[in-house]
């Protein structure tokens, strides 16, 4: 089996991952679920916040954002998180995108390239 084909069946088995975890869930606002309680600002940390404010979250989304969160404050680029992943950059991006319409990664468009920040949900919980 190809490099390539090994990443697609292992984003797919992510998704999928995610996908049984919404099936189960009981109903629970992410916020019911997990009172906040803070913490530090480590890569971990970021997606331990991310985790509980969007408990279904997938394996690739938590490796993004823990670069996404490595890389704080200065930020980093779809390109760097994908060459830093071993995972295509189209795929990096679209990850990238589905982090910032859930507010957990900040993109700066005035940028070039454009760069990906830790978003206002975890830097709320952090601080």
Do not use: C
Request: proline share 6%; no cysteine; charged share 25%.
């Amino acid at each position: 089996m190809s490099h390539t084909a090994q990443r697609w069946r292992h984003e797919v088995a992510d998704h999928l991952e995610a996908i049984v975890r919404i099936l189960r869930s009981n109903g629970e606002s992410p916020e019911e679920a997990a009172p906040a309680t803070g913490g530090g600002e480590g890569p971990q940390d970021a997606v331990g916040v991310a985790k509980r404010i969007h408990p279904v979250l997938g394996g690739t989304q938590e490796r993004v954002l823990a670069q996404v969160a490595e890389a704080h404050p200065d930020g980093i680029s779809a390109g760097d998180v994908a060459r830093a992943l071993g995972m295509e950059s189209p795929n990096a991006h679209l990850t990238l995108v589905s982090l910032v319409r859930h507010r957990l990664v900040r993109k700066d468009e005035t940028t070039h390239p454009q760069l990906y920040f830790l978003g206002p949900r975890i830097l709320a919980e952090l601080n």
